[in-house]
């Protein structure tokens, strides 16, 4: 961890020279990628505090404009040697974050954040196989085993009220999931092919524009005003934007988008743990078993037993 460490603090502190020096090994990428998504784990508890007071695409123009503005001070003389390919990969990152944080935050907003964060945790399992197809290569048995796996948990997930009941809020989590699996996919690809630290600069400062765009075609923007409603906003910006999204394309370069998949499940885990002691929802044993399922699913892909190791 002390190498991780040594990591965020080149990312952090001297990126104009040197952060690319630093070999990212596959461990130590994984590693920073587990606290990149722990990081952003966090923010469901946030978003859901913030949206009694702030409208969806508002929360995320406010969130990610002051990400912008933080991220372009410490980076500011990379930003000069911008080549127009790098910018369109940006912009379409950015594109592809920003639906995947709006259909997030919508989901939010109409159910709790222990569900929001199970099925969006889904992609999980699509993205080995949408890799997959996309390689042409039929995914090794203990990736479709875990993929059936966490399945089985987002299925218990919608159904641990006793019904199988797939309302609104549902709809926009599985929507979310597979948008979600598409932007570790494309991040994979893409941050392999330029500075991946430009490139998460670039990926936040162009979610911010549309949420911007967006909060002004549908909304009515203003700032927020209470204490307690900036405190959290401060941290979505800072700790969940600037670190957990912007460092994303840096830790995932050193490994796979089937490896970066399996990351996902410490999202459900934190949410649900913090939605149920903080937020005071409610997980009955059929979720509990779903979240245990997806977890499962988790450890499956990571360390298979021996029956599970040749492919089909």
Request: glycine residues 6%; proline residues 3%.
């Amino acid at each position: 961890m002390q190498k991780v460490a040594t990591c965020v603090k080149l990312f952090l502190f001297k990126s104009e020279s040197d952060s690319q020096e630093v070999l990212m090994t596959q461990k130590r990428s994984e590693q920073l990628l587990a606290l990149v998504i722990f990081a952003r784990a966090t923010s469901f508890l946030m978003v859901k505090h913030c949206l009694a007071a702030l409208e969806v695409f508002n929360l995320l123009a406010v969130r990610f404009a002051i990400a912008t503005v933080l991220l372009l001070i410490l980076f500011r003389k990379r930003m000069r040697a911008i080549t127009r390919a790098t910018f369109g990969r940006g912009a379409l990152l950015g594109l592809i974050f920003f639906a995947v944080m709006a259909g997030e935050t919508v989901a939010l907003s109409k159910t709790s954040s222990s569900t929001t964060a199970l099925v969006e945790s889904s992609a999980i399992m699509l993205i080995p196989l949408l890799t997959g197809l996309w390689r042409r290569q039929w995914p090794a048995r203990a990736g479709l085993t875990a993929a059936a796996g966490a399945f089985a948990g987002v299925a218990c997930t919608i159904g641990q009220s006793g019904r199988f009941v797939i309302n609104s809020g549902i709809v926009w989590c599985l929507g979310t999931a597979v948008i979600y699996a598409l932007s570790v996919i494309f991040t994979d690809v893409l941050s392999k092919q330029d500075d991946a630290i430009t490139l998460g600069v670039l990926q936040v400062a162009f979610m911010a524009l549309f949420s911007i765009l967006a909060t002004f075609a549908f909304e009515t923007p203003r700032l927020p005003e209470a204490l307690d409603v900036w405190a959290p906003v401060l941290y979505l910006a800072v700790v969940c934007s600037v670190f957990g999204f912007a460092i994303q394309p840096y830790a995932q370069s050193g490994t796979t988008s089937e490896r970066a998949s399996l990351y996902l499940a410490i999202t459900p885990a934190t949410a649900t743990i913090l939605g149920v002691l903080i937020l005071r929802e409610t997980l009955t044993w059929i979720g509990a078993v779903g979240c245990g399922l997806i977890l499962l699913s988790f450890f499956l892909a990571d360390k298979p037993p021996r029956f599970l190791r040749e492919a089909p």
